[in-house]
């Protein structure tokens, strides 16, 4: 099991930017795909970008694409999500996952070991 705390999150205008950390403790983290996903208000939780656990593969929502990206470091535990031209519509907590079955990369039921999220508010 690993344990997820998301930081970094916050209040931004439209068109700034933000940094989202997801810190791990535990042993299996530098050998598992993690994922970003987000919940807006009266939302379903909803994929954002995976990354391999080499950080080799990504792979991102289209809704994001080109403007957040995806990164991790497994010297230490943590994986990143830096958010560019933000938009009021990316208003949501984010949440890091550990993906731990073979189910798809953007469902929220591959992934466990969720961390308690991290706010983002984008104002127009």
């Known amino acids: 099991q690993v344990q997820l705390v998301e930081s970094g999150g916050g209040l931004v205008q439209a068109g700034g930017s933000l940094k989202l950390s997801c810190a791990a403790s535990?042993?299996?983290?530098?050998?598992?795909?993690m994922g970003w996903f987000r919940q807006g208000p009266g939302k379903e939780r909803e994929f954002v970008a995976y990354?391999?656990?080499?950080?080799?593969?990504?792979d991102y929502a289209d809704s994001v694409k080109g403007r957040f990206t995806i990164s991790r470091d497994n010297a230490k535990n943590t994986v990143y999500l830096q958010m560019n031209s933000l938009k009021p519509e990316d208003t949501a907590v984010y949440y890091c996952?550990?993906?731990?079955?073979?189910?798809?990369?953007?469902?929220?039921?591959?992934?466990?070991?969720w961390g308690r999220g991290t706010q983002v508010t984008v104002s127009s």
């Open positions: 990354i391999s656990w080499s950080g080799t593969r990504t």
């Open positions: 996952g550990r993906r731990d079955s073979s189910g798809s990369y953007y469902s929220t039921e591959a992934y466990s070991d």
């Open positions: 535990g042993r299996t983290f530098s050998s598992s795909v």
